[in-house]
């Protein structure tokens, strides 16, 4: 199957700074999201992105198709982004639709 | 905002007993799903279900785990004698006809003892 690889794995920031997360996948994609999970474990839709750049705020996220990446990028991070950041994609070769989740960016943001 | 919803949010069940989790899906989609998360590890894919069947399952839905739309708006995942091991996040989500975003639940927590 397909493989999905997040990193860092954990993250520790300052209030107020930025960072970028990265999803490297092994095979073309037809659909490529982020999610936020919350404290309460809920996953909060960030960005449906299978190719381009997208903007949401401080969130913004591009995904590359042809190079299997895809990059999400926090600016002046606030405490309430602390979670797990997850990129799902699904793999156009089989005509699957399920997503497969990579393992999470764990970040904290400490004030 | 059209969202999908989950009942219970939480539910704790003997080993052995059988659970329903329930999903109520955005109302125009076409494409259900659930997926499950054990403690600190990733989401894993466990079945897909369009026009009153299932389309894709991961090799997680054995024949302990089945799956209903038994009207127009529920959703249900049945797992007939649970194990200590079922015990996770069970999500349910949704897509629209063209399988382009999904959406999902606020999970249901399920603990088995």
């Known amino acids: 199957g397909i493989q999905v690889e997040q990193s860092p794995p954990d993250l520790i920031l300052q209030e107020g700074a930025n960072s970028t997360l990265r999803c490297n996948f092994s095979?073309?994609?037809?659909?490529l999201q982020w999610f936020h999970q919350n404290p309460w474990g809920q996953l909060i839709n960030l960005f449906y992105?299978?190719?381009g750049t997208k903007q949401n705020g401080r969130l913004s996220a591009t995904t590359v198709a042809t190079e299997r990446y895809s990059l999400l990028y926090i600016s002046s991070s606030q405490t309430t982004d602390s979670g797990v950041y997850f990129c799902?994609?699904?793999?156009?070769?089989?005509?699957?639709?399920?997503?497969?989740f990579g393992k999470g960016t764990k970040l904290s943001v400490i004030p | 905002e059209p969202e999908v919803t989950q009942t219970p949010s939480h539910q704790v069940t003997q080993m052995g007993q059988e659970v329903i989790l329930r999903c109520v899906p955005i109302?125009?989609?076409?494409?259900f799903y659930w997926y499950r998360q054990i403690l600190g590890q990733k989401v894993e894919f466990l079945v897909s279900?369009?026009?009153?069947?299932?389309?894709?399952k991961s090799e997680i839905f054995d024949d302990q785990f089945s799956v209903e739309r038994p009207d127009g708006s529920n959703f249900t995942l049945k797992i007939r004698s649970t194990k200590l091991e079922d015990s996770a996040m069970y999500f349910c989500?949704?897509?629209?006809?063209?399988?382009?975003?999904?959406?999902f639940g606020q999970g249901t927590r399920l603990t088995v003892v």
């Open positions: 989500a949704s897509t629209p006809q063209g399988h382009t975003e999904a959406f």
């Open positions: 095979d073309s994609v037809n659909n």
């Open positions: 992105i299978p190719s």
């Open positions: 799902a994609l699904a793999y156009s070769g089989a005509g699957s639709y399920q997503l497969t």
């Open positions: 109302s125009n989609h076409l494409y």
């Open positions: 279900f369009y026009n009153n069947e299932i389309s894709e």
